[in-house]
């Protein structure tokens, strides 16, 4: 990867063009706090079960440490209830890596009700509310048809 230097010394990096894509699709009907609640812990999912997505901790220049978040942007889409559904079923055929939040999920408190409330519901039927998929780029693009960025 090549670095410059601006006039005021500081290295600029060109753009990096991943060939993977860490992507949420949130459901059009969620309230805004719903929506940041879904996208957190979708992308947790992710995170735990995928190191390639995670980056090397961080420090400042004072060398406190924090913690590694992903080596790349997630983008947030978002889609109608149909959408959503098609989407799921897309990641599903193409065996992407992915993260389920359901409605029932508003109702509980811990993790182990969350994952009770999963698994008391057929796949086709699960209402699904937010998605997380990862994967080569083109194939997240395709689960991702009909959906849009959220704004």
């Not at 969620?30 to 957190?40: G, I, K, S, Y």
């Not at 992407?96 to 409605?103: K, Y």
Request: glycine content about 6%; proline content about 8%.
């Amino acid at each position: 990867m090549r670095s410059d230097t601006t006039t005021t010394g500081v290295a600029t990096v060109p753009p990096v063009r991943f060939d993977t894509k860490i992507a949420v699709l949130l459901r059009t009907d969620l309230a805004p706090w719903q929506r940041r609640n879904v996208t957190a812990f979708l992308v947790s999912g992710l995170g735990t079960e995928l190191p390639e997505v995670v980056g090397e901790p961080y420090a400042d220049a004072d060398g406190t440490p924090y913690l590694p978040m992903f080596r790349q942007p997630v983008l947030v889409f978002e889609a109608a209830k149909e959408t959503m559904t098609a989407a799921h079923g897309r990641a599903l055929s193409r065996d992407l890596p992915r993260a389920v939040f359901t409605s029932d999920l508003f109702a509980t408190g811990n993790d182990h009700d969350n994952r009770a409330a999963v698994r008391a519901v057929p796949r086709d039927d699960l209402d699904l509310v937010g998605l997380a998929v990862y994967g080569p780029r083109n194939a997240v693009d395709k689960v991702l048809k009909g959906a849009r960025m959220h704004p």
